[in-house]
């Protein structure tokens, strides 16, 4: 089955903050919604040492060694989809500031508190690993899903644009699943603002 984008956006409306504020923003942008019982942010790259850094001051090997959002997404998707009574079954938002190819269908875009506009999709993750990934340009970049989740909302995962981590909400075991999964490194975290961001 191939994702399909879809007009109506009441399907992501859960996601939105209880209070409209720039804190309250950023950390549904960060992490999801405040509903689930732990935590987590899977990191792409390592934090950066000060607020600001810039990601070429990394090391080359470290960003040779970084997963790609595909990896990511897949990777950790993989780990979550056993907590979940609909694993097939997903909901994707996508930023409509992203250079995606093909470029985002002219559906209705969810607002996310005047922060984020996105499409919203639905499909398995095979389905958009390959619409992110079959018509991209050669050596481009495939780029992240902003968030997605299972029909059941057992978990939430959150990939914005300016973060280098993953930011995942669910189930205090799912949780200690992927602290477990050697295939990509997460940390536990409290919902809110991280400390550090890359410049």
């Keep these: 089955m191939a994702m399909e984008?879809?007009?109506?956006?009441?399907?992501?409306?859960?996601?939105?903050p209880t209070a409209i504020d720039h804190a309250a923003?950023?950390?549904?942008?960060?992490?999801?919604?405040?509903?689930?019982e732990a935590y987590a942010r899977v990191l792409e790259l390592p934090d950066p040492q000060f607020d600001?850094?810039?990601?070429?001051?990394?090391?080359?090997?470290?960003?040779?060694?970084?997963?790609?959002?595909?990896?990511?997404i897949g990777r950790t998707v993989g780990v979550l989809r056993s907590h979940s009574h609909s694993p097939a079954?997903?909901?994707?938002?996508?930023?409509?500031?992203?250079p995606y190819r093909p470029a985002l269908p002219a559906t209705s875009r969810f607002d996310?508190?005047?922060?984020?506009?996105?499409a919203l999709a639905?499909?398995?993750i095979d389905d958009w690993t390959e619409w992110v990934t079959s018509n991209r340009e050669v050596h481009g970049?495939?780029?992240?899903?902003?968030?997605?989740?299972?029909?059941?909302?057992?978990?939430?995962?959150?990939f914005d644009v300016d973060s280098?981590?993953?930011?995942?909400?669910?189930?205090?075991?799912?949780?200690?699943?992927?602290?477990?999964?050697?295939?990509i490194s997460t940390e536990r975290a409290t919902r809110g603002t991280p400390a550090k961001l890359y410049g």
């Design 122 to 124: 639905v499909g398995a």
């Design 89 to 98: 079954d997903l909901f994707f938002l996508l930023w409509e500031g992203y």
């Design 164 to 183: 280098h981590f993953a930011g995942v909400g669910a189930s205090s075991e799912a949780i200690a699943r992927l602290l477990e999964t050697e295939e």
């Design 52 to 72: 600001g850094q810039s990601e070429s001051q990394l090391d080359e090997e470290v960003l040779n060694q970084a997963p790609s959002d595909v990896e990511l």
């Design 25 to 36: 923003a950023q950390a549904t942008l960060w992490f999801g919604p405040t509903t689930f």
């Design 5 to 16: 984008f879809i007009n109506d956006t009441s399907a992501a409306t859960w996601l939105l």
């Design 112 to 118: 996310l508190a005047g922060f984020r506009q996105y």
């Design 141 to 158: 970049r495939a780029f992240p899903p902003a968030f997605v989740w299972p029909a059941d909302r057992q978990w939430c995962l959150a």
